[in-house]
């Protein structure tokens, strides 16, 4: 079984700054997929980056980058240059390769981007 | 851009009573879920949905249960005789594919949600 944890939950940064938010995970699996999903408030939950686990390649995609430490089973979001649409709930997730889009989920991390 | 919808949007009921959840998918896509997120806890896994039949279920997802596509373009969530700890945000999300292999692994279109609240 799969295990994520986010423990922070809640984080405020001023626009324009960085600020990261801490996930690990637990698996006993070698192939998988680690996510970050980002809802609004009162929005759809949307898929923000994604890291293949066999990939060493941190991914990026704009704004938003990830740490990713496989031996620490560790995959920190940064977001850069933080924008007021940032403001969001962020719920870090895995899922083994083997096992379809049924994803476990992080409780999520508030995050609030401040004027 | 195409959404995923959700109605309705917050839904109470008498403990006992049946609901139904219902949900439009991307109408490309041809995988479906169901997750919920219990209030102050995770989202967790109840159902994912292909080619007319159930292809995984959690545990969470018992016989009050049951998921169908009645016509096509609609995704419904059926609880039978709800009780308290039913009372959570029900997420519907599809895919274009399963996610087993490839670039979309993971990719999931999520509703909006609808808040289920059981008295």
């Known amino acids: 079984a799969q295990t994520v944890t986010q423990s922070q939950p809640e984080m405020s940064v001023q626009e324009a700054e960085t600020v990261t938010l801490s996930c690990t995970y637990d698996?006993?699996?070698?192939?998988?997929?680690l996510f970050w999903y980002k809802q609004p408030p009162s929005r759809q939950m949307i898929l923000v980056i994604r890291q293949e686990a066999y990939k060493q390649q941190n991914a990026t995609e704009n704004r938003f980058s990830v740490n990713f430490q496989k031996a620490a089973k560790s995959f920190s979001l940064k977001i850069s240059d933080s924008q007021l649409g940032d403001t969001a709930m962020y719920f870090c997730?895995?899922?083994?390769?083997?096992?379809?889009?049924?994803?476990?989920f992080g409780g999520g991390t508030r995050v609030l981007v401040k004027p | 851009e195409p959404e995923v919808t959700q109605t309705p949007s917050h839904q109470v009921t008498q403990m006992g009573q049946e609901v139904i959840l219902r949900c439009v998918p991307i109408s490309n896509h041809l995988y479906f879920y169901w997750y919920r997120q219990i209030l102050g806890q995770k989202v967790e896994f109840l159902v994912s949905f292909y080619n007319n039949e159930i292809s995984e279920k959690s545990e969470i997802f018992d016989d009050q249960f049951s998921v169908e596509r009645p016509d096509g373009s609609n995704f419904t969530l059926k609880i039978r005789s709800t009780k308290l700890e039913d009372s959570a945000m029900y997420f519907c999300a599809s895919s274009p594919g399963s996610g087993t292999s490839g670039s979309r692994t993971g990719e999931l279109f999520f509703g909006e949600g609808s808040r289920l609240t059981v008295l």
């Open positions: 997730a895995s899922v083994p390769q083997a096992a379809g889009n049924k994803l476990t």
């Open positions: 698996t006993s699996e070698n192939n998988y997929y």
